[in-house]
């Protein structure tokens, strides 16, 4: 289809609160960087995302970070854990808001830490209006997602030609009171579905699948802290997930991949055991 030539965008001021990748060398006082942690190695940060730990003045992070992450800000920065699931005391989102623009008001460069990327799943959207309605410019470094960074950990391809043309993301997480997740778009067996926080619900989303059409025997992987030295898969089929999740006792963090990808995998892991037996 032919579409006419858009006009020109105007210049964006440097530092405005719509920065360009061009004026995102500079950390500016008074800025909140929104930085994606990756999945769990610290190997797996962004050279940016070090950079701006090391410029930073405060951070704000999450449960389950990697201390060594924490350890790449100045001795001297502030570090506030703002979330921590073991004791379960996790300060409100309105409150992590307004923490980050108390500091950046205050002439700090407030670096907020979360898990794989900040805009997938991670509340980055949410803060990065608080920011923008409060006038305060925001960065985002992007990380390596769960999903991204468990595939590559277990040689588990999401697409591929012979098995998935695409690959969703989906949450299975739901707040209270909210209505049920529409799972009749996922019951493709050419989709890869991976699901984040879905522990919980996971009998509920094996039954939704089932109900609309997705084979009992559909080759699941659920994968436990991907990517850090404690991580774990264990592999079985969509009709007895929520059962394997209770007899294997797998805990958050995890991620179910649900779809025939999961049998390259297994190939995979064969191939590569035959190889160091011959
Ligand atoms: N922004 C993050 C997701 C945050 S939601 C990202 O892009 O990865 C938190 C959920 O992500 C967890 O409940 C779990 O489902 C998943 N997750 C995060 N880190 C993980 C890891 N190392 N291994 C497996 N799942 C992980």
Redesign the pocket.
């Known amino acids: 289809m032919h579409r006419p030539a858009l006009p020109p965008l105007p210049p964006t001021p440097a530092g405005s609160p719509h920065s360009t990748p061009r004026d995102s060398k500079v950390f500016a006082p008074g800025s909140v960087c929104l930085v994606?942690a990756?999945?769990?190695d610290p190997d797996l940060l962004t050279l940016r995302a070090v950079q701006r730990l090391g410029e930073a003045d405060v951070l704000l992070y999450?449960h389950?970070l990697d201390p060594q992450i924490l350890r790449l800000a100045p001795p001297q920065a502030s570090r506030i854990c703002v979330g921590k699931r073991a004791s379960r005391h996790t300060l409100p989102q309105a409150d992590i808001n307004q923490l980050l623009i108390d500091f950046a008001r205050n002439g700090q460069r407030v670096v907020r830490l979360?898990?794989?990327?900040?805009?997938?799943?991670?509340r980055?959207g949410e803060e990065m209006l608080a920011l923008a309605a409060a006038g305060i410019p925001c960065e985002v470094v992007p990380?390596?997602?769960?999903?991204?960074?468990?595939a590559a950990a277990l040689g588990l391809p999401l697409t591929h030609r012979d098995h998935a043309q695409g690959c969703s993301?989906v949450?299975?997480?739901r707040r209270q009171g909210e209505s049920a997740l529409d799972w009749t778009q996922h019951s493709t067996p050419e989709q890869t579905l991976v699901?984040?926080?879905?522990?919980g619900e996971a009998a509920h989303i094996a039954s939704q699948l089932l109900a609309h059409g997705r084979d009992p025997a559909t080759p699941v992987a659920i994968?436990?802290?991907?990517?850090?030295t404690a991580?774990r898969c264990v592999c079985g089929q969509l009709a007895t997930l929520a059962q394997l999740i209770a007899d294997q006792q797998i805990a958050?963090?995890?991620?179910?991949i649900i779809g025939s990808v999961v049998t390259l995998h297994q190939q995979l892991q064969a191939l590569r055991q035959q190889a160091v037996i011959s």
């Open positions: 994606g990756g999945p769990g999450d389950l979360k898990g794989g990327d900040p805009l997938l799943f991670g980055g990380g390596i997602s769960a999903a991204l960074g468990a993301l949450t299975g997480h699901v984040y926080m879905g522990l994968v436990e802290r991907a990517c850090s991580q958050s963090p995890a991620l179910l």
